[in-house]
């Protein structure tokens, strides 16, 4: 059995609130039982979860691009489960260690607070936060100013080598992309209270005001899939989203040095940055040698305002299997 596997996918908030077009909710279940069972032949030992936050948990008080938890606990927004996640804190520690060696700056967070894009992929892979020891590793996707691509690939090559020295069964978990453009806030454009809320304010963040900025999301979803009116989102881009599912598929992974922050602004949308999640996956898979993506599905989806992806992929040698590609 292999000793390490991956799984990307795409995370959406919108997945219990607004219905995609016929018969896409379905394909999704589908590929998502698919991905259960990937895991579920793979019996990891340790997750280590890439993920973004949506200045619910980090904020620009002290925005790092990269952190390691060795204690999470998620806020429980858009009905993702709230509590503790199960880290092996053990693990984040040595991870962190041998991460910060290879001359990768990495911080770690004792005490670390996350969102639906950590919460998602362990609810809907494991069927729960802690079902599995878990090393949490927020990657900004969100915050400008960012750094090269490039670092979240040598950040994923640098954690590949330090899971590769815990001789357990490590599954690599991205969370975030492809192309989406939701009505995220900007530091550079937002009024004066909304720049408060996400340097710091969001920690205070009342039921209430959670539940309103939430509905907004939900409404601007329904008018952005509807073209009803004009809600600055930015469209999906499929064929953005495929260049990116191949140059993984293929194993290109240095073409992503190549990859500039406004190339990904123009083509996927300002969230599209939340590919990193991915980059530093695939990375840490290909730490240690060559691997196959073992499926893929892919299908824009207006409705959760995302470009939505899953692949899973082994170390070599492998067995092709077809993919939902659509």
Known sequence: MADTALVCLSHSPLMAYSEP????????DAALAQARRFVKDFAPELVVLFAPDHYNGIFYDMMPPFCIG??????????????????????ARDVASAVLAEDIDVTLSMQMYVDHGFAQPLQLLFGGLDRVPTVPVFINGLASPFGPARRARLLGDAIGRAA?????????????????DPPAPRIDTAPPDVVARIISGGRTTTPQQRAERQLRTIQAAKDFAAGTRDTGIQPLNPEW?????????????ADVDGWTNEWFVEQGGHSSH??????????????????????TYYQAIPEWIAGFGITC???????QLTGART
């Open 70 to 91: 060795t204690h999470a606990e998620s806020i429980g927004d858009y009905d993702t489960p709230a509590g503790v996640l199960s880290v092996d804190a053990a693990a």
């Open 164 to 180: 590769a020295m815990l001789d357990r069964r490590v599954l690599f978990l991205g969370s975030g992309g492809l192309s989406h």
């Open 313 to 319: 992929a082994l170390p070599e040698p492998a067995t």
């Open 21 to 28: 077009a016929a018969g896409v909710r379905a394909d999704v």
């Open 274 to 295: 939340e590919i990193r999640t991915w980059i530093a996956a695939y990375a840490a898979l290909a730490a240690t040698g060559t691997y196959q993506v073992r499926s």
């Open 241 to 253: 989203d495929r260049l990116v599912l191949d140059t993984f598929a293929e194993g290109r992974l």
